[in-house]
Each structure stands twice: as C-alpha cells, then as structure tokens.
C-alpha cells in the first residue's frame, strides 16, 4: 500500500502551534491570512517569488529554521528523518524531511541498500557509475519519503587522511572530487531530492570540529578545498549547501562573511540555500546577515530571527531572500509537482548497483607473480581468515550509517573516547561467496584473533586470504594508519597476524577493508592486496569476483596511501586542548594536497595517487598535444593510444597532468582530465581527451590574489600521460603568449 507524504494531518497541530509560536517575531495573526493563490507559471525563482509574496512573516520565519522544538533531539523527528521543516498546509507547501546519505538512506529511515563507501565511488574514476551510485540514494530517500539529502561530503581528506570520515569523500584531488561528487548530486536531484554538498569548509578533521580554527590563505584554499567545491556546486546544480563547525581563519563558517557571501553566493553565484551542520549555528544577526539561510535541527539561533527583524538587525530583504532560497530550491528540484511517495524501495536492482560499484571501485595494489585472479579449476583449499569474514563486510559509522537490507551486524561498542557509534557489519559473506565461486574448494574460516590458529589453517590450504578491518567513523580520527583493532573488542594485532599467515603460506592474498589508507608493513611478504574499501551490500560476492577474475579490477586510487605517519604534513593530527577553546590548525602545506604534497616535498608513498593494477596490461603510444593555443582560447587535446596487451578484457584509467610554468610555484604536475577505456584482449584505441580551460575546474588557471580572480599565465606548461601521478610521460608542452 502506497501512502502520500504530501498530506499529513497528523502534523497541521504540531504547525499551528510552531507558526503562533514564531508570530510573535514581527508576523500577523492567523485571522488576516489570505487563502492560497493559484498556481504561478515560470522558472524556479519566479515561482519561489510568487509564493513568497503569499507568506505571512510568521511562514516564512518557519522556512529558516528546523521543526526539533526546544529540548527536543532528532529522535523526534517524523519518518526516521534527522531534521525537518514542517508543512505548511494553508499554501500547500510540502514538508521538508532531511536525511543523511552520503552512502546510502541513513539515519532511521528504515533498512536501504548499504553502498559502498564514497571514496570507492570516487576509486571507480567512472562518472556514469558515480551517477548509478547517486540515482540509488535519491530513490531510496524519496521510497522513504525523504526530499532533501544531507550527503555529498566533499571536504579534501588528503590533507588528513586519518580523518573518521574519510570513508565519505571522494579523495585528494579537487577536480576528482568536484566531479565524482556532482555525479552523485545531479543523480539525487533527478528524483526529486534536494541534493546537498558538505561540509563548507575545511572541515578535514573530526578531531575538535567544533573549535577547530583552520588558519588558511586565499590562494590555497581556491586551489584546494574550495575548488573541490566550486566544481561540485557548479557541475551539479546542487540546491543545499552544509556549512560546518570549524571556524576559518577566526570566524565560525555558518556566519562566515566571506564563504558564504563572498565565494557561494557572490563568486559562484550559488542560487540555493545554506544550512547550518546540526546545532553549528552561533548567532542570530551574524549568521542571518553573512549568508547561513536555515538553521538545523530547530530554532535555537533563528527562533529570535523576527525580533532581529522587527528591530532592523536583519533586513526584511534578508530574511524573503532566505524564504527564496528555500522555496526555489523546492521548485528547482520539482518538490513541488513530485510529492514523494511511499513505498518499498527496488532492493535487488539497487543491491546490483552496489555490487557493481565495488568491482569498479576495489584497488588490485600488489599481484605479485600473477597471484591474482585465483583459478577455480586449480585451487583446492582456501583458508579464509579475518574477523567477521564469514558473516559481513564493514562499514563506516556515524550520521552515514546505513541500516543494511537483511539487517545489520551489530559489533561491540568501539573503544573510548573513538566514538559513540556502533560498529556494523553488512551482511554479506566473504566465505560464502569464496565457496560459492569455487564450489569444488575447501574453503576453511579462522576468525583471526588467534595468530597460530590461523596460521595453521593457511599452512594446510593451497591459498590463504586474509582480510583486515580499519574501521573508522564521524566523530573521530583514526591514531594513526597503522591497523587498529577497533572491532573484535580483542584488540587483534592484524599486522602480526598477517606476518604469521605469511610465513606459513607463500601464496597469501590480503582483502583491506578501510576508509582509507592504511600502513602495511608486511607488504614485501604477501603475494596480493586488494584494498575493497567499505564494500557495500554486496560486498562478499563483488570480492569473490575480483579474486577470481570474474571481473578484471580496474579501480585507481583517488587518494595517496602514505609509507608512515611522518610523510604526513601533520604527523600527528592536531588535538583541542579542551572542548570549548578554540585552536588553530595551519594549513602550511597550502595547495599542496595528497599526491602534489609528496611531489613537492620529493617523498615516496607506499602506493601513490592514480595507482591500480589489472589482470592485463595497457601500454600507451603515440601521446601528443594538440592545440592552436591563444590567451583566450587556451583548450588543448591529448591524442594516444592504448593497447590491451594482455589476455583478459579490461579498463584502464588514462590520466592527464600539467607542469605549471615555474615562477608560478606551483606543485610539479596537477591532475587535469581522465577518461576510463575499457578494451578486450588485444584490442586497440585511439583516444583523445580534451581539457577545456573554461571548465569549472579552471584546468590552467591559478588563483591571482591580486585580482581575485582565475588567470591563466603566460609561460611554458608541460603535459604528461600516464596511469597514475607516479606513471606519467610528458607528451608534449604549451606556450601561453
């Protein structure tokens, strides 16, 4: 039975009391209100005007803040949603139910497909999967009647890749994540979901997010942070933008002058609306003024809003542009005309989605002597060892948590002060899926909490596959890359374990799952290491593919995977010295995130940005540069050509970077276009790959500070090819006049 969430009586009592409650802030009483007009024809804004010129003071008032009323917390919240603004059923304006999903439906929705983690998403390289990938989310939000998504995590965990929320990224690089990130909005939004990218800005640490004070210069942050999200934003047509907890450079970014003015909606002319990160408001005035348009999850700041109003604080043109933003939001996305209803989501369409995304997105780091893929007539016995490896795969906790379909395995509780969420398993099963790709193997499970044990059982099997939890949640950084045990409540050694695998049984294939990179020093002694992220619903079954070359990895690594803590620009992460006190982080390394930091300071990563290995091999040939170069007109193409030299079809990921002309201090190469070929054995492509200099990724342009303003250079830029940032040809070089 489908029932609409575009009628809810139930909750016209809860609006009445919640309207006269805020009518005293400037607005009139409910005895003059006019009845609703008649539809209005046009664009979005000219809809969103009409209907605002129909609002008493007291309406709009209850469009800029959260419906949780005081004392209450989000538990309260109807439909499992985190936030909400209520219906306004005299002009028929649709409630507002806000939910996470960064990975999937979150919150207490009720069970969703359980995705991959984002970053491997961004892994894929791949904006057609990134849009799959998004169409899930937007579909099962609306299935549970949710129309605004709090996803789209987009902070540069490259600065920070211990950072709990790493999981939810899309990488290092801005340009990457910029357009992974709008692959997912745009897909969102096509089902009448309000999208969202967050968390503006500089948000790259859970360590002390609300007093964090990220000290930061101009150039950098455009070319860095900011830029992930200019491109993200203007790629998208996202509608809502999150501000976050920290403050930069000394001023909170949900009253942020410059951010939210100056760059949103001044620079980039973002048409929609702010929200404040749950209870990351701090002021009524400022933040009204300096650009926050909805205060979550309820009225703590901006249930003083009409006052401030009334006594000329805050413009009434300020409060009805807020009121706009919101309401063309609604109509841009199509809220309007496409009331959600509810009804049970597509769970085995969207589970083959995820399923699909991991294979994309998993990163073959080591195949040492063609370890890899596993040959189901020839392997006899398989010892599968590693926590939970029988029953699940993780996933990353906080606000992103999914409730998986078939339900959740619930672990112990991660150890104090990490976080206070639950570790969950989905339930997928590695062992299974192993027995069931070769059904003619033993395979044999070892839980991996006693070292011998599992060295035994590797030492009688013909292979050995050991998998490795890093789990990670919001709400804490991880103490380091080094693997921890925060899930066995054993505290497991996990690299002693492998070096004992290892040493009983030559043939060892490593299965990583982590929100990110992780040390591995017992990598000279393992045959194989696939690193499978987060891996979703389907996780079991989509490693088993890989391991056994049903499918040909082709995932590349969207971030760095440092050699030590040391290599970091921060090798400690940086702590509060208490939970009120503001404290400054120093940006120092500037632009220069993940892969640009380690080239600039001469460092060698342990697996360096672009990276991914295949089960075949794609030489490149014939590169060069195409361009008729004006100052003007500085596009240019990149024409090659790929071969599959190998045996078995599969997708290689062609990167392009450019040297910037060096008086311009820039880092040696930067990440400009890519495209993901895919090619039977044998088989041959010529490929051309154009970087469009008026892309919002401003591919040969830096920030002049001067001008305030992208400038493209005159001077010598340098192009290069190649499959990772470490792999990489010059093929040619451009004279800007």
């Known amino acids: 039975m489908r029932c609409s969430v575009g009628v809810r009586c139930a909750w016209t009592g809860f609006l009445a009391i919640f309207l006269i409650a805020v009518a005293g802030c400037g607005g009139g009483s409910s005895s003059s209100i006019t009845p609703p007009p008649p539809p209005v024809s046009g664009d979005s804004d000219t809809k969103a005007d009409a209907l605002l010129k129909q609002m008493t003071q007291a309406e709009k008032l209850a469009m800029v803040m959260g419906g949780v009323t005081s004392g209450g917390g989000t538990s309260t919240v109807p439909h499992g949603a985190a936030g909400w603004v209520p219906e306004n059923t005299r002009l028929k304006i649709p409630a507002l139910y806000l939910a996470d999903g960064s990975v999937g439906a979150g919150n207490r929705v009720g069970q969703a497909t359980a995705l991959p983690s984002s970053i491997a998403s961004a892994a894929s390289w791949d904006l057609s999967e990134a849009a799959k990938y998004g169409t899930v989310i937007g579909t099962e939000l609306a299935d549970y009647g949710m129309n605004v998504n709090l996803g789209g995590n987009i902070n540069l965990i490259g600065r920070e890749p211990r950072d709990g929320r790493t999981f939810e990224t899309k990488g290092e690089d801005p340009i990457l994540a910029g357009k992974i990130t709008a692959a997912h909005i745009k897909a969102i939004q096509a089902q009448h979901v309000i999208g969202g990218i967050k968390h503006f800005a500089f948000n790259d640490q859970e360590s002390g997010r609300t007093t964090e004070n990220v000290i930061v210069d101009e150039r950098a942050g455009r070319e860095s942070d900011l830029l992930a999200f200019e491109i993200g934003v203007k790629d998208s047509n996202v509608q809502s933008v999150m501000c976050s907890y920290n403050l930069t450079n000394s001023q909170y970014d949900c009253e942020n002058k410059h951010l939210l003015n ?28 300096n650009g926050l348009d909805q205060e979550q999850p309820n009225q703590q700041f901006f249930g003083g809003l009409g006052a401030a109003v009334t006594d000329g604080k805050v413009s009434q043109s ?17 809220i309007f005309d496409h009331p959600q209803t509810v009804q049970p989501i597509p769970a085995g369409a969207d589970a083959n989605i995820a399923q699909e995304t991991e294979e994309a997105g998993a ?55 990490c976080s206070s969420s639950q570790v969950i398993w989905d339930p997928s099963s590695p062992l299974q899926a192993i027995q069931a790709a070769a059904p003619a193997a033993s395979a044999q499970f070892a839980d991996g909490t006693d070292a011998a044990a599992a060295a035994a059982l590797a030492a009688k ?29 054993m505290n497991v050694d996990q690299d002693a374990l492998v070096e004992a695998v290892a040493a009983a049984n030559p043939h060892t294939i490593v299965v990583i799952e982590s929100g990110g990179p992780v040390l591995m020093p017992w990598l000279d002694h393992v045959s194989a290491v696939l690193e499978a992220w987060y891996p979703g619903q389907r996780g079991g079954p ?5 391991l056994f070359g049903v499918v040909n990895p082709s995932g590349k690594l969207p971030l760095t995977f440092p050699a030590s803590d040391a290599q970091l620009p921060r090798p400690v992460t940086a702590q509060p010295p208490d939970a009120s006190t503001p404290f400054d982080v120093k940006l120092d390394e500037g632009f220069n995130v993940g892969y640009k930091w380690f080239d600039a300071q001469g460092l060698t990563p342990l697996f360096p940005f672009g990276f991914g290995l295949s089960y075949t091999t794609f030489p490149f040939s014939n590169g060069a540069v195409a361009n008729n170069l004006t100052a003007s007109n500085p596009n240019f193409k990149v024409t090659f050509r790929l071969t599959n030299s190998g045996s078995a079809a599969g997708a290689e990921v062609a990167q392009v970077y450019l040297g910037m002309p060096a008086e311009l201090d820039e880092p040696p190469h930067r990440l400009v276009a890519w495209k993901k070929i895919s090619l039977d054995a044998g088989a041959k492509q010529d490929v051309t790959i154009e970087v469009d200099q008026g892309d919002s990724s401003h591919p040969m342009s830096y920030w002049d500070t001067g001008k305030s303003a992208w400038v493209v250079a005159p001077g010598t830029y340098t192009v290069f090819l190649g499959n990772s940032s470490r792999a990489l040809t010059p093929v040619g070089t451009l004279s800007v006049p």
Not at 375 to 401: E, H, M, P, R, Y
Request: charged residues 15%; hydrophobic residues 45%.
């Open 262 to 289: 100056d760059v949103l909606k001044g620079d980039w002319k973002f048409p929609g609306f702010v929200m404040s990160d749950w209870w990351a408001t701090h002021s009524t005035v400022d933040a009204a003024n």
């Open 318 to 334: 300020r409060l009805d542009n807020m009121v706009h933003r919101v309401l063309r939001a609604m109509y841009e996305v199509g």
């Open 363 to 417: 990163v073959l780091l080591k195949n040492a002597n063609g370890q890899l893929p596993l040959n189901v007539s020839t392997v006899g016995s398989i010892a599968v060892i590693g926590w939970k490896a029988d029953v699940g795969v993780l996933s990353g906790g906080g606000s992103a948590q999914v409730q998986p379909v078939g339900g959740g395995i619930v672990g112990p509780k991660p150890c104090p002060p």
């Open 461 to 489: 099997s013909q292979v050995a596959v050991v998998f490795l939890n890093q789990w990670a949640a919001e709400g804490m950084d991880e103490p380091s890359l080094a693997l921890t045990d925060f899930t066995s409540g």
């Open 542 to 546: 989509a490693i088993a593919d890989l």
